[in-house]
């Protein structure tokens, strides 16, 4: 017999066994000796009421052998299959690969930057001497942004497509199982790129090729289908179909569509800040306790509000996590955060950022570059008040709110280093003022936010895409190019790792219907 019941329990019980199968038992009003064995579903942490308790939708066994599940999946040869070329090797391009390979296609994969491994030595380049190559950085190359930024997985794109699928995926390529109970599974940057390497490889033995270190210059078109790509380095790669799915930080592709007469267009986005508290402070707020016992996660918060008609909120929260300079060009700033699949560094950060439409930035609203060229002067504005070397501009929260210079900067955990400077010379007006509203409203909904202990890190810039590439709805295809699927987060369709991976496939389910 099988039964599913949700089962409460304290921190302290539910990793223990004989814990939960007593629960299970006075449940079910059975022994605890007819139970085999438990299975958990879903697992969150409730922390509304005074005590913290953990809820586990759970699959109880009784009187039988406990079922294994299976994550392992045959990929067929592909090696003389039609081409499918997949630009980009983020989520959206790996999990489009990997469809590709069940579908019967051979996927291309060309990616600009490196493979995960030697990613590596341009990222310490960035953290140490303020380095930032165009191509390797933590934007570009094998994985995409969220190798190095942090591995979240959790989404609320659930209408998309099917979540558990890519979940699954990711499980029978290394990632722990708990991915598939917890409320806001996440991988970890320490473990990610072994899980990346584990997915290039399944490509490869399949018959798929990947191009590192290649970048696109030209799309091929003729007669308003796609007929391939050409590269940087004059080759010419042909297919019939194309899945575009290049990341958010990719202008110099925007720019290359625009050139071709390609349609692209300006989309809203958000710009803030990254905020950094010591992890106890949001703790204790959230968990209602002075210190965080043993056998709690580092808390995590979600915070919004309306202030003159934009919204205001918190994205891409990290508990027990670090700050990144993710610029993606020389003479920019960029943050960005990143937890370890322990989340065990002293500190909490989030971006803080405000809605962006077109109507609030000056300029020709048809110019499909204009929140774009926004986001770069913001960018620009923080390199220049850091004083060089990705040093970023920052400010102590109260000090910020109350308009006053900070005597200095709290320790924090940006590795290139943090100014004291003024944010209002650096953020435009109109999203400085929203700011300052927000934070004190943040602090009354969560105890202990609102305090000079955080600092303020310039810019959280690279929320989502400014630029959208359309598409039509029911094809997936661009609305003039036939055979051309914009995908991802870049074109404008995805807002994750999730939801990124889920358009890939998506694209390469509408592609293969075509060839």
């Given at each position: 017999?099988?039964?599913?019941?949700?089962?409460?329990?304290?921190?302290?019980?539910?990793?223990?066994?004989?814990?939960?199968?007593?629960?299970?038992?006075?449940?079910?009003k059975?022994?605890?000796?007819?139970?085999?064995?438990?299975?958990?579903?879903?697992?969150?942490?409730?922390?509304?009421?005074?005590k913290?308790?953990?809820?586990?939708?759970?699959?109880?066994?009784?009187?039988?052998?406990?079922?294994?599940?299976?994550?392992?999946?045959?990929?067929?040869?592909?090696t003389?299959?039609?081409?499918?070329?997949?630009?980009?090797?983020?989520?959206?391009?790996?999990?489009?690969?990997?469809?590709?390979?069940?579908?019967?296609?051979?996927?291309?994969?060309?990616?600009?930057?490196?493979?995960?491994k030697?990613?590596?030595?341009?990222?310490?380049?960035?953290?140490?001497?303020?380095?930032?190559?165009?191509?390797?950085?933590?934007?570009?190359?094998?994985?995409?942004?969220?190798?190095?930024?942090?591995?979240?997985?959790?989404?609320?794109?659930?209408?998309?497509?099917?979540?558990?699928?890519?979940?699954?995926?990711?499980?029978?390529?290394?990632?722990?199982?708990?991915?598939?109970?917890?409320?806001?599974?996440?991988?970890?940057?320490?473990?990610?790129p072994?899980?990346?390497?584990?997915?290039?490889?399944?490509?490869?033995?399949?018959?798929?090729?990947?191009?590192?270190?290649?970048?696109?210059?030209?799309?091929?078109?003729q007669?308003?289908?796609?007929?391939?790509?050409?590269?940087?380095?004059?080759?010419?790669?042909?297919?019939?179909?194309?899945?575009?799915?290049?990341g958010?930080?990719?202008r110099?592709v925007?720019?290359?569509?625009?050139?071709?007469?390609?349609?692209?267009?300006?989309?809203?986005?958000?710009?803030?800040?990254?905020?950094?508290?010591?992890?106890?402070?949001?703790?204790?707020?959230?968990?209602?306790?002075?210190?965080?016992?043993?056998?709690?996660p580092?808390?995590?918060?979600?915070?919004?509000?309306?202030?003159?008609?934009?919204g205001?909120?918190?994205?891409?929260?990290?508990?027990?996590?670090?700050?990144?300079p993710?610029?993606?060009?020389?003479?920019?700033?960029?943050?960005?955060?990143?937890?370890?699949?322990?989340?065990?560094n002293?500190?909490?950060?989030?971006?803080?950022?405000?809605?962006?439409?077109?109507?609030?930035?000056?300029?020709?609203d048809?110019?499909?570059?204009?929140?774009?060229?926004?986001?770069?002067?913001v960018e620009?504005?923080?390199?220049?008040?850091?004083?060089?070397?990705?040093?970023?501009?920052?400010q102590?929260?109260?000090?910020?709110?109350?308009?006053?210079?900070?005597a200095?900067?709290?320790?924090?955990?940006y590795?290139?280093?943090?100014?004291s400077?003024?944010?209002?010379?650096?953020?435009?007006?109109?999203?400085?003022?929203?700011?300052?509203?927000?934070l004190?409203v943040?602090?009354?909904?969560?105890?202990?936010?609102?305090?000079?202990?955080?600092?303020?890190?310039?810019?959280?810039?690279r929320t989502?895409?400014?630029?959208?590439?359309p598409?039509?709805?029911?094809?997936?295809?661009?609305?003039?190019?036939?055979?051309?699927?914009?995908?991802?987060?870049?074109?404008?369709?995805?807002?994750g790792?999730?939801?990124?991976?889920?358009?890939?496939i998506?694209?390469?389910?509408?592609?293969?219907?075509?060839?």
């Open positions: 017999m099988i039964k599913e019941i949700e089962i409460v329990c304290s921190p302290e019980q539910h990793e223990d066994e004989i814990a939960l199968k007593s629960i299970a038992a006075t449940a079910l059975l022994s605890p000796k007819r139970i085999t064995g438990l299975k958990i579903l879903k697992r969150s942490i409730d922390a509304r009421g005074r913290v308790v953990y809820r586990m939708q759970t699959r109880v066994f009784v009187d039988e052998a406990v079922q294994a599940d299976h994550y392992a999946v045959n990929y067929p040869a592909v003389q299959a039609k081409p499918v070329i997949i630009v980009g090797a983020g989520p959206a391009g790996i999990f489009a690969a990997l469809q590709c390979i069940l579908l019967g296609f051979k996927p291309i994969v060309i990616e600009r930057g490196k493979d995960v030697q990613r590596r030595r341009d990222l310490a380049n960035i953290n140490k001497q303020g380095l930032v190559n165009p191509d390797s950085n933590y934007c570009f190359g094998e994985g995409g942004a969220g190798t190095y930024s942090d591995g979240k997985l959790y989404t609320r794109s659930t209408k998309r497509g099917d979540v558990n699928q890519v979940l699954k995926m990711f499980v029978a390529h290394g990632a722990s199982e708990d991915i598939l109970v917890d409320a806001r599974p996440h991988i970890g940057t320490n473990k990610l072994q899980i990346i390497t584990a997915m290039r490889e399944t490509i490869l033995n399949a018959g798929g090729e990947i191009l590192f270190d290649t970048k696109i210059t030209e799309l091929l078109v007669f308003n289908q796609v007929k391939g790509v050409k590269t940087a380095d004059g080759n010419k790669i042909m297919a019939n179909a194309v899945i575009l799915a290049t958010h930080s990719a110099d925007f720019k290359m569509l625009h050139r071709q007469n390609i349609l692209v267009e300006a989309k809203p986005f958000a710009l803030g800040v990254r905020i950094e508290h010591p992890q106890d402070i949001i703790d204790k707020a959230q968990y209602h306790c002075d210190v965080r016992g043993p056998h709690l580092p808390s995590y918060y979600s915070l919004v509000e309306q202030v003159d008609n934009r205001v909120f918190s994205f891409c929260m990290c508990p027990g996590g670090i700050i990144a993710c610029s993606t060009e020389p003479g920019e700033i960029v943050v960005n955060g990143w937890s370890p699949s322990k989340r065990n002293p500190f909490a950060n989030s971006g803080t950022v405000v809605q962006i439409n077109l109507e609030d930035v000056a300029g020709d048809a110019d499909p570059f204009k929140l774009l060229n926004f986001q770069q002067q620009q504005a923080a390199f220049t008040a850091g004083g060089g070397n990705l040093v970023a501009p920052g102590r929260m109260v000090d910020f709110v109350e308009g006053r210079i900070s200095d900067i709290p320790k924090n955990s590795l290139p280093g943090v100014a400077v003024d944010l209002k010379d650096v953020l435009p007006s109109w999203i400085h003022q929203r700011l300052q509203k927000a004190p943040f602090g009354r909904k969560m105890k202990g936010y609102y305090t000079n202990e955080a600092v303020l890190v310039g810019v959280e810039s989502s895409s400014p630029v959208k590439i598409r039509d709805r029911e094809t997936l295809q661009h609305p003039q190019i036939a055979g051309l699927y914009p995908c991802g987060e870049g074109a404008g369709y995805a807002g790792i999730i939801s990124a991976a889920i358009d890939g998506n694209c390469t389910i509408a592609a293969s219907k075509t060839l």
